[in-house]
């Protein structure tokens, strides 16, 4: 079955990097995702990685993909006060529905 | 803006009451996500939907039940209700499932409070 973790606090410097991991359970899944989600807000699609690929760039945004280990990791470089919002991992299996983590609650402090 | 909407933002309803939560997808999608957010469960998928027809179903209650409609709109039903019940719920709706990639694009959700 599917059971996405993160850990769900982090705090980082503005203008430092911020990296933020996620451990999936299911092996065949094919598509991971990374949803921000802003106070009030929905969720946001950042980025997503396909399951053969090792590692995504996306302007600020790197997504590194380990299938060995099922680990990811969304790293944020040159962290803004914007930034701060919940982060959220995401595997599918199907395609119908998203599994989510927990989230993780990134804090951007001057 | 996903340009999936929902309504209302915000709903307060007493125990063992009914309440009616509508979704509009994005222009064109035909595929209707339902999710619930609370504290204690995180992000739970609760039922998909595909041009009016059930597609999935997830950890929804018995209590609960959703729809959509021929315009594509959505709409949850959640009855006797209770004090869990209490979560923000989101609807999200992507073009085309059956494809490996599958965008769901998510509205800014309803927030229940069963008082």
């Known amino acids: 079955g599917e059971d996405v973790e993160q850990s769900l606090f982090l705090s980082v410097r503005e203008g430092d990097s911020s990296v933020i991991n996620c451990t999936y359970t299911?092996?065949?899944?094919?598509?991971l995702y990374w949803y921000k989600q802003e106070p009030g807000a929905g969720l946001q699609l950042l980025t997503y990685i396909f399951s053969n690929m090792d590692m995504k760039q996306d302007q600020r945004l790197t997504v590194l993909l380990n299938k060995k280990d099922k680990h990811l990791s969304l790293r944020i470089a040159d962290t803004q006060t914007g930034d701060s919002a919940i982060y959220f991992c995401a595997e599918s299996v199907n395609d119908y529905k998203l599994s989510f983590g927990a989230g993780t609650t990134v804090t951007v402090r001057a | 803006d996903s340009g999936v909407t929902q309504t209302p933002k915000h709903l307060i309803t007493a125990t063992g009451q009914r309440v009616t939560l509508r979704c509009s997808p994005r222009?064109?999608?035909?595929?209707v996500y339902w999710y619930q957010q609370s504290l204690d469960q995180g992000l739970q998928f609760l039922i998909q939907?595909?041009?009016?027809?059930?597609?999935a179903k997830g950890n929804i209650l018995e209590r609960f039940s959703a729809q959509q409609f021929p315009d594509l709109h959505s709409e949850l039903n959640l009855s006797s209700l209770e004090l869990g019940d209490s979560a923000l719920y989101f609807c999200?709706?992507?073009?085309?499932?059956?494809?490996?990639?599958?965008?769901?694009?998510f509205g800014p959700g309803t927030r229940l409070t069963v008082l």
């Open positions: 939907y595909y041009n009016g027809e059930e597609r």
């Open positions: 999200a709706s992507s073009a085309t499932p059956g494809v490996s990639y599958n965008e769901q694009f």
């Open positions: 299911d092996s065949s899944s094919t598509y």
């Open positions: 222009s064109g999608d035909l595929s």
